[in-house]
Nanobody, 118 residues
């Protein structure tokens, strides 16, 4: 069993930055970030493998978001730069066995709200 707790969300102006954190309790492998905007389906944002050697990003965030992890702290981060109003969503972290299955993760956090004002 894995428990995931996100933090770091908030309100930011367009062009600003936020860093989300996801603290895990239990053994984690590949970690992913997803988001869900009002009235839309949840979508993949980014993922990072266990050792951090493999990362993957949605096209909409490439070059702006950076996913990283600190296994000593069992924590994954999502650095979000150059934020746009369309990045507004609830952001979730998730845990999956490997990078191939990260889009269908086993465990989810409760989510943290990110609001980007124009």
């Amino acid at each position: 069993q894995v428990q995931l707790v996100e933090s770091g969300g908030g309100l930011v102006q367009a062009g600003g930055s936020l860093r989300l954190s996801c603290a895990a309790a239990g053994r984690t492998f590949t970690m992913g970030w997803f988001r869900q905007a009002p009235g839309k389906e949840r979508e993949f944002v980014a993922a990072i493998s266990w050792k951090g050697l493999i990362t993957s990003y949605a096209d909409s965030v490439k070059g702006r978001f950076i996913v990283s992890r600190d296994n000593a702290k069992n924590t994954v981060y999502l650095q979000m730069n150059s934020l746009k109003p369309e990045d507004t969503a609830v952001y979730y972290c998730a845990s999956a066995p490997n990078i191939a299955t990260v889009r269908n993760p086993e465990y989810w956090g409760q989510g943290t709200q990110v609001t980007v004002s124009s």
